[in-house]
């Protein structure tokens, strides 16, 4: 029987098959495999022992049916890997999980697993990336109305928009670079943290094994790797799903009819809107982005939760952890690849821009007060001058410059710098310096990443 969403619905298989029940498995299997390689490396186990494991392990002769057969006799998952292993080791039977515990396993399995996943979502955000660098080299001189309080403020281009967003995921993909070498760690001191039954090589063992692995490794641990790891990996997840449901809340709002400035791709040969309004034409995926990435960000509570545990550890943390860093690593991936997908088939309404920031005089107030400024007028004096002709246009149902006029602005200015001030292309700033510099950093970031990003 099938239940969760994520079995028919959502996510990629990639990132599902890396925390699938079989992939786990192979995963821990390796774990015991690079042990007992560590082990035999410093004469703890006898390297015959080693050899018989890893032919075990590489041979992919432990077999999940097994497995599961066997736990439904001992009850303990980890235990009836290490049974399974065990019944077809020769030579390696006797030292099969020698020195160390269930969460030596289970943790360093956990940090290979999200050092995979982040691979892959270092490579969703670089597509993402290039989709937002076509759009901004494609925008960063189309004019648009910049929006406060969800209403009409001075003017920007829809390139300074798509900049500020690749900025965002520029940030991202350093703190994932920055982050991955304190949240990519395994540990094999045993139950409690000592590591006394491996001996005096006990931390060269972990070391070697996490080394073997493509991990790093606890300095000092209880019997669980400190879940500090975990939540900074959940937050940086969250951060990322933040900025995809601003992006995507954004083109919801920009596709309303009454505004109409973007919108979603839609096949209108195929696509329903709407069971019981044909018409429709709905962003149904900025929707589910933003549905999905406020679950994703609910999984970072019960790890916030399993930071606490009881003495050198408890069992709290173990069940919803099998929910945790897989949904959200799932999920955020699967909500990335859309936001990629919408930003590369995004309708741009460009004539709709342009129309309503040239009809909306208001939107060069500023423009205006600094154009007062620059002939003269102290600039709170401006400020008040503009306020006044404003709240006297709204009043009288007139036009921005009119009202102007009528409060004698030409006393001022010329009527020549007045048209030049009330031009929304006069008053972009450094937009589009903005825009080429954050191109130039992405492209620069992802140079870098190109060779860093994890197998």
Same mark, same amino acid.
């Given at each position: 029987?099938?239940?969760?969403?994520?079995? +028919?619905?959502?996510?990629?298989?990639?990132?599902?098959? &890396?925390?699938?029940?079989?992939?786990?498995?192979?995963?821990?299997?390796?774990?015991?495999?690079?042990?007992?390689?560590?082990?035999? +490396?410093?004469?703890?186990?006898?390297?015959?022992?080693?050899?018989?494991?890893?032919?075990?392990?590489?041979?992919?002769?432990?077999?999940?049916?097994?497995?599961?057969?066997?736990?439904?006799?001992?009850? *303990?998952?980890?235990?009836?890997?290490?049974?399974?292993?065990?019944?077809?080791?020769?030579?390696?039977?006797?030292?099969?999980?020698?020195?160390?515990?269930?969460?030596?396993?289970?943790?360093?399995?956990?940090?290979?697993?999200?050092?995979?996943?982040?691979?892959?979502?270092?490579?969703?955000?670089?597509?993402?990336?290039?989709?937002?660098?076509?759009? &901004?080299?494609?925008?960063?001189?189309?004019?648009?109305?910049?929006?406060?309080?969800?209403? *009409?403020?001075?003017?920007?281009?829809?390139?300074?928009?798509?900049?500020?967003?690749?900025?965002?995921?520029?940030?991202?993909?350093?703190?994932?670079?920055?982050?991955?070498?304190?949240?990519?760690?395994?540990?094999?001191?045993?139950?409690?943290?000592?590591?006394?039954?491996?001996?005096?090589?006990?931390?060269?063992?972990?070391?070697?094994?996490?080394?073997?692995?493509?991990?790093?490794?606890?300095?000092?641990?209880?019997?669980?790797?400190?879940?500090?790891?975990?939540?900074?990996?959940?937050?940086?997840?969250?951060?990322?799903?933040?900025?995809?449901?601003?992006?995507?809340?954004?083109?919801?709002?920009?596709?309303?009819?009454?505004?109409?400035?973007?919108?979603?791709?839609?096949?209108?040969?195929?696509?329903?809107?709407?069971?019981?309004?044909?018409?429709?034409?709905?962003?149904?995926?900025?929707?589910?982005?933003?549905?999905?990435?406020?679950?994703?960000?609910?999984?970072?509570?019960?790890?916030?939760?399993?930071?606490?545990?009881?003495?050198?550890?408890?069992?709290?943390?173990?069940?919803?952890?099998?929910?945790?860093?897989?949904?959200?690593?799932?999920?955020?991936?699967?909500?990335?690849?859309?936001?990629?997908?919408?930003?590369?088939?995004?309708?741009?309404?460009?004539?709709?821009?342009?129309?309503?920031?040239?009809?909306?005089?208001?939107?060069?107030?500023?423009?205006?007060?600094?154009?007062?400024?620059?002939?003269?007028?102290?600039?709170?004096?401006?400020?008040?001058?503009?306020?006044?002709?404003?709240?006297?246009? +709204?009043? *009288?149902?007139?036009?921005?410059r009119e009202s102007l006029i009528n409060k004698g602005i030409l006393q001022h200015m010329p009527e020549k710098d007045l048209n030049d001030s009330m031009n929304p292309e006069n008053f972009l700033g450094v937009s589009k310096e903005i825009c080429e510099d954050t191109i130039k950093n992405s492209d620069n970031l992802q140079k870098y990443l190109a060779g860093e990003i994890y197998d």
């Amino acid at each position: 029987m099938i239940v969760s969403p994520l079995d +028919y619905r959502y996510g990629r298989e990639n990132v599902k098959n &890396i925390f699938s029940e079989k992939t786990r498995l192979n995963i821990m299997l390796n774990v015991e495999s690079a042990i007992a390689q560590a082990e035999s +490396y410093y004469g703890v186990i006898p390297d015959s022992a080693y050899l018989d494991i890893k032919k075990v392990v590489d041979g992919n002769e432990v077999q999940l049916s097994r497995v599961k057969e066997i736990e439904a006799s001992i009850n *303990h998952d980890v235990m009836s890997i290490v049974e399974a292993l065990t019944e077809k080791c020769t030579a390696g039977k006797n030292y099969v999980h020698f020195g160390v515990t269930s969460n030596d396993i289970n943790d360093s399995a956990s940090a290979i697993q999200m050092k995979r996943a982040l691979s892959i979502i270092i490579s969703d955000l670089m597509v993402l990336s290039k989709a937002l660098v076509k759009l &901004i080299n494609e925008n960063e001189e189309t004019i648009m109305v910049g929006r406060t309080h969800g209403q *009409h403020a001075s003017p920007i281009t829809l390139g300074l928009k798509f900049s500020v967003y690749l900025s965002e995921i520029n940030r991202h993909l350093e703190r994932i670079q920055e982050a991955r070498k304190r949240i990519i760690a395994g540990k094999i001191l045993g139950p409690v943290g000592t590591g006394a039954a491996l001996g005096k090589n006990a931390l060269k063992i972990q070391e070697k094994t996490c080394e073997i692995l493509g991990i790093t490794h606890e300095t000092a641990s209880t019997q669980i790797v400190g879940r500090d790891r975990y939540i900074e990996y959940l937050s940086i997840i969250n951060n990322i799903s933040v900025s995809l449901e601003k992006f995507a809340t954004e083109i919801r709002n920009l596709q309303r009819p009454e505004i109409y400035e973007l919108a979603e791709y839609f096949d209108n040969d195929k696509q329903v809107g709407s069971s019981s309004m044909p018409s429709k034409r709905n962003p149904v995926v900025s929707e589910n982005i933003v549905s999905l990435a406020r679950l994703t960000r609910s999984f970072i509570i019960p790890e916030y939760e399993a930071g606490v545990q009881w003495h050198e550890r408890d069992l709290t943390n173990s069940a919803l952890e099998r929910f945790t860093i897989p949904y959200a690593s799932i999920l955020v991936d699967d909500i990335i690849i859309k936001m990629a997908g919408v930003f590369s088939n995004l309708f741009i309404n460009k004539e709709e821009m342009k129309k309503k920031a040239y009809e909306d005089q208001f939107i060069m107030s500023e423009s205006v007060t600094t154009a007062l400024v620059g002939h003269g007028m102290p600039r709170q004096e401006s400020h008040e001058f503009v306020r006044e002709a404003s709240m006297y246009a +709204y009043d *009288h149902s007139i036009t921005f410059r009119e009202s102007l006029i009528n409060k004698g602005i030409l006393q001022h200015m010329p009527e020549k710098d007045l048209n030049d001030s009330m031009n929304p292309e006069n008053f972009l700033g450094v937009s589009k310096e903005i825009c080429e510099d954050t191109i130039k950093n992405s492209d620069n970031l992802q140079k870098y990443l190109a060779g860093e990003i994890y197998d």
